[in-house]
């Protein structure tokens, strides 16, 4: 028996007249749904292993081990309450389900956040053997999002000015302290090395982690990622640890330092707690209670983690539920790609992944017809460029880095590059701790990439070599002169001209397309090459070098 089976089993009390609830790998929490209200004595939970879903994207080693050391210890800890546990390894979450229910009759279940499981179990739901209740985890309705705006194109100003209003925060008399709904302009400084940024969090590793870390290691070899078992919040009170930390240590100076990037720190001052509240270990509705409260703390950082958590967060989840997560988009069905995807792993391992689930893929939709792969820099090979092989290297060290380093440099670069939103965002999705559809699609295949057109953003975040040159160390070390050598800025002309006809319909897009009209015919097809070249390069696995002569 292993050693979580053990323990499970010494804590085993009778199901018998129990009211079962299924609680999924992303409600790990009972201070939500019926578990935070009915007695323990009178419930039972079904927690499901399903080693396929694990599989069945090339998932960083780490999202598995922190899911999974999590699923674990949140049995163990509703069985210390005194809840029964049944705990499953099955094929599928709706297979171990339907086993169940002849012994352990309807059950319940929160309505689930990942459309992905939503599907899983609509058999489960339409036959009654599965019953979905409220999910009480999210701060807004969808009476909310309506309210902000009854349709299409959306925007999360409007939203966030709305349940601002409508919960009272960072309210006062109606008015938003401050005088001001955000303080985003205040919030783009660059971070010189001072104030010390805090040290990356770790924690005891228990001998529960330590199983779940080997049975990563050995079952799921082939993924990718490093696994650090000292990384992982594993237990509630791993949970409390980061977010006491992130209070004391982080909200101070989160605000000014929001955009920064730094190879010296790569979180700076972000609380890093986005991948428990996508499990639900933390309350979205807490930690935004508690820093609405904070005295000490300066406005500007307290409304810009509220606007991220209360704003984009719930957002994002919206969007996502309104589009059946891009799949209808302005009542038209998009095509979708027939089974799930890797981020290109498969095609630069030279081996197929093994794929799950056919009919399992996302949204193929892009407004601007990008469509090339994801290169092979963004599984770590060297691609010469200091920011993009830096943040990757993050990425596929920690399984995190934070959202201006996702936004301004890994989707911008594949922006310019014209990569495929879809294949982006299945990058996204196997590579971030914290990364699930819900939010995954949205903020990479919606925002990130702007494969969607204006239908939630208001243009493309793309940008050369000056945004990341003001906002980072990346360029200091760098092989390549930000404002001489560096092929961004050629890049990014090239994309204005490659989609001048749709950009040009985008407002905030008018100035860029005219500043780009009036380059030199000769600049304009040295823009083209450049962006040949480089996109070239890339897709075999070459790493950029300046050349005499040229941009690069």
Not at 280 to 289: C, D, E, G, H, P
Not at 313 to 326: I, L, N, S
Not at 460 to 486: E, L, N, Q
Request: contains cysteine.
């Amino acid at each position: 028996m292993s050693i979580f089976g053990g323990a499970l089993a010494a804590r085993r009390v009778s199901e018998r007249g129990r009211r079962f609830i299924f609680v999924p790998y992303d409600q790990l929490s009972d201070a939500i749904g019926p578990l935070s209200r009915e007695p323990a004595h009178e419930l039972g939970v079904v927690i499901v292993e399903c080693p396929e879903k694990a599989a069945r994207r090339p998932y960083h080693q780490q999202k598995l081990a922190l899911v999974l050391t999590n699923l674990r210890h949140f049995a163990l800890e509703q069985a210390g309450r005194g809840v029964a546990i049944r705990h499953v390894v099955a094929p599928s979450y709706g297979q171990a389900l339907a086993t169940l229910a002849p012994a352990l009759g309807q059950m319940r279940v929160m309505r689930p956040a990942e459309r992905e499981l939503r599907v899983e179990l609509a058999p489960l739901f339409e036959s009654g053997a599965l019953i979905p209740v409220e999910h009480e985890g999210w701060l807004t309705s969808t009476a909310d999002f309506q309210a902000a705006q009854p349709g299409p194109p959306w925007r999360m100003d409007a939203f966030y000015r709305h349940v601002r209003r409508r919960l009272n925060v960072l309210m006062a008399g109606g008015k938003p302290l401050g005088g001001r709904f955000s303080f985003d302009t205040e919030n783009r400084r660059p971070w010189p090395g001072q104030p010390e940024a805090p040290s990356p969090p770790t924690f005891r590793v228990d001998e529960i982690t330590l199983e779940v870390c080997e049975l990563v290691r050995t079952k799921f070899a082939r993924h990718p990622g490093t696994l650090n078992p000292a990384q992982l919040p594993a237990s509630l009170a791993d949970a409390e640890a980061l977010w006491a930390r992130a209070k004391v240590s982080c909200l101070d100076h989160f605000g000014p330092f929001e955009d920064a990037m730094s190879t010296r720190s790569r979180a700076l001052f972000h609380t890093q707690i986005s991948m428990l509240l996508n499990l639900q270990r933390l309350s979205a509705a807490r930690v935004v209670r508690e820093v609405a409260a904070m005295t000490d703390a300066p406005l500007p950082s307290k409304e810009g983690f509220v606007r991220q958590v209360l704003g984009w967060r719930e957002y994002m989840r919206h969007v996502h539920e309104a589009t059946d997560g891009f799949r209808i988009v302005n009542g038209r069905a998009q095509p979708c790609a027939s089974a799930p995807g890797d981020g290109g792993y498969g095609a630069w391992r030279r081996t197929p992944w093994a794929q799950a689930v056919p009919g399992g893929g996302g949204s193929l939709s892009s407004v601007l017809g990008a469509e090339r792969p994801v290169p092979p820099a963004y599984w770590a090979v060297p691609s010469g460029l200091r920011c993009l092989d830096e943040v990757v290297s993050a990425v596929w060290e920690d399984g995190y880095s934070h959202h201006i380093t996702r936004l301004m440099v890994l989707s911008n670069i594949a922006m310019l590059l014209d990569i495929s939103p879809r294949e982006l965002s299945d990058w996204f999705w196997v590579a971030y701790v914290d990364a699930y559809d819900w939010v995954v699609e949205p903020n990479v295949h919606g925002m990130g990439t702007f494969g969607l057109g204006d239908l939630m953003t208001t243009k493309p975040y793309v940008a050369g070599s000056g945004y990341i040159d003001k906002m980072s160390d990346y360029c200091k070390g760098c092989r390549f002169d930000p404002k001489t050598t560096c092929p961004l800025p050629a890049l990014y002309w090239a994309y204005l001209a490659r989609h001048r006809e749709q950009l040009s319909q985008i407002p905030r897009m008018k100035l860029p397309i005219l500043a780009e009209s009036r380059r030199s015919e000769a600049q304009q097809r040295s823009d083209r090459q450049e962006f040949e070249r480089v996109s070239e390069s890339l897709a075999r696995g070459e790493e950029l070098r300046p050349a005499q002569g040229s941009l690069l």
